[in-house]
């Protein structure tokens, strides 16, 4: 599947991580705003200074809710 988004959020897995995919390249696995930053500073998308820049940020895809959402999926703990 192609996205137009570089930066592209999985919806949380059964423990609250998301996938974070840069590029089309996993980056790691996240478990909260801080976690995006550093991904994007390691991939040189230092442009993000703070979690509010993240959050409201149009080149990042969220999947499975947006990113606020980080706890795992009800009855799949």
Do not use: C, Q
């Not at 996240?30 to 442009?47: E, N």
């Amino acid at each position: 599947m192609f996205s137009s988004y570089p930066v592209i959020v999985g919806p949380p897995d059964n423990e609250g991580g998301r996938l974070v995919r840069i590029r089309g390249a996993a980056a790691g696995r996240a478990f909260g705003l801080w976690d995006m930053i550093v991904f994007l500073h390691r991939a040189g998308l230092a442009g993000f200074a703070d979690e509010d820049e993240i959050a409201a940020s149009e080149r990042i895809e969220w999947l499975g809710g947006g990113p606020e959402v980080w706890d795992p999926p009800r009855g799949k703990t």
